[in-house]
């Protein structure tokens, strides 16, 4: 049993080691006494390690390896970056047509504003229905804005409330609807 | 097999050390060795078959050492035994040179005491 244990440590090492002295290792093994099979046991794992990581010069492999990847990484980032930036040179229309995508995707204030002095508008007050309305939404009431809607048409716009705290002053708010295919909305102050 | 420098090797390393020393007086077999390197030591450094055969492998490859013929057709077939060359023998000598230098400077600098018997 201990001997076939032995063996199988010597059987681990490296092809070249084992060929030439695994054979003179088990024959020590066998003229080893009792006391002795510990120290050949620690020996020779301590060996297997030493030959595998060592001798072998398997670590080598392993760094080839590691600096391939890296390599192979590296080359593909280039390329991917040199193809792009010809890309980008093939095509002097690319640019234009990014910048109008970016243009058409932006918010209304972000469109409007350079233009526009003072803008975006910041009422001096929010009607109180519109902040009810928010209420309500935020709140999860399916039915507040078909409710608002009705309302509005009813009753007709621009809505109208009172101002808080200016007896002379109402607050105006224009209604506008848009619907599924609105991806922006603005006005315009003449 | 071309010889490296002797300079390059030294100094030896302690296993490297005993090994040539045990094969000086005459080829031995690894176990033989081990037996000699220990006998050296008075007990206190044991080879094990690894630690003996990296460093024989070693010891060849630089020249110190050669594969030598069996003693007799009897011998176990699984025993070689092994040599000392002339350049493996100029190596030991300047390492033991090497060795005396030290032991020299020791000497100088530490005071001459006589090592403690235990009782």
């Known amino acids: 049993m201990m001997r076939n244990l032995y063996r199988f440590l010597v059987f681990l ?15 020590i093994y066998d003229e080893s006494t009792k006391g002795e099979l510990s120290h050949l046991f620690l020996d020779a794992f301590i060996s297997l390690i030493r030959q595998w990581l060592l001798r072998s010069r398997i670590w080598r492999f392993g760094v080839g390896a590691f600096v391939s990847a890296l390599l192979l990484l590296s080359c593909g980032y280039s390329l991917q970056v040199a193809l792009a930036s010809a890309f980008r040179r093939g095509n002097p229309g690319h640019y234009a047509e990014l910048r109008q995508r970016r ?10 504003a350079p233009t526009y002095k003072g803008w975006p508008i910041q009422p001096a007050q929010t009607s109180p229905r519109i902040t009810a309305l928010k209420q309500r939404l935020t709140s999860g009431d399916r039915h507040a804005l078909e409710q608002f809607w009705e309302n509005a048409a009813k009753i007709g716009t621009p809505l109208l409330d009172p101002a808080r705290n200016r007896a002379n002053d109402v607050v105006v708010t224009f209604l506008w609807r848009g619907n599924k295919e609105t991806k922006s909305s603005g006005y315009e102050r003449l | 097999m071309a010889h490296e420098e002797l300079g390059n090797l030294l100094p030896l390393s302690p296993a490297a050390l005993h090994i040539l020393l045990s094969l000086a007086a005459e080829d031995l077999h690894g176990y033989g060795i081990m037996q000699e390197v220990e006998r050296q030591s008075a007990g ?25 013929h069996k003693a007799s057709e009897k011998d176990d077939p699984r025993r070689r035994y092994y040599r000392l060359t002339a350049f493996g023998r100029r190596v030991l000598a300047a390492d033991i040179e090497r060795l005396k230098a030290v032991i020299r400077d020791a000497r100088r600098h530490l005071p001459h005491r006589e090592p403690s018997k235990s009782s």
């Open chain 1, 13 to 27: 090492h490296p092809y070249a080691f084992k060929e030439r002295f695994g054979e003179e290792m088990l024959w």
């Open chain 2, 44 to 68: 206190q450094y044991k080879l094990g078959p690894g630690t003996l055969y990296d460093n024989l492998d070693r010891l060849m490859q630089s020249g110190l050492v050669k594969e030598a």
């Open chain 1, 103 to 112: 243009i058409q995707n932006r918010p209304v204030s972000a469109t409007i």
